[in-house]
């Protein structure tokens, strides 16, 4: 079974940056587009980024300009670079296949955005 590794989460204060790394244990190229998702408390699961194969990006309205998504292939490693944070994100970030969601989900990374 695949295994997803996120890492990379902290305590920042708003305005802050925060650098993503989602480490995948299959060939993220055979994959194809992959996403960061984020769970904040007492929320359902949101995608905020996604990636084809050629660099193709996509964001959610909430975090377009801020966030940028990144992939190494070769690497097997999904990066999402977060800029200006707002206590808005704070939340469990997780990364996933983009289109049917390999199992089981990784642990995620808590990202938590106070003063």
């Known amino acids: 079974q695949v295994q997803l590794v996120e890492s990379g989460g902290g305590l920042v204060q708003p305005g802050g940056s925060l650098r993503l790394s989602c480490a995948v244990s299959?060939?993220?190229?055979?994959?194809?587009?992959m996403g960061w998702y984020r769970q904040a408390p007492g929320k359902e699961r949101e995608l905020v980024a996604a990636?084809?194969?050629?660099?193709?990006?996509d964001y959610a309205d909430s975090v377009k300009g801020r966030f940028t998504i990144s992939r190494d292939n070769a690497r097997n490693t999904v990066y999402l670079q977060m800029n200006n944070l707002k206590p808005e994100d704070t939340a469990v970030y997780y990364c996933n296949a983009r289109y049917q969601n390999l199992q089981p989900w990784g642990q995620g990374t808590l990202v938590t955005v106070s003063s």
């Open positions: 299959r060939s993220i190229f055979s994959i194809g587009t």
């Open positions: 990636i084809t194969n050629v660099g193709t990006t």
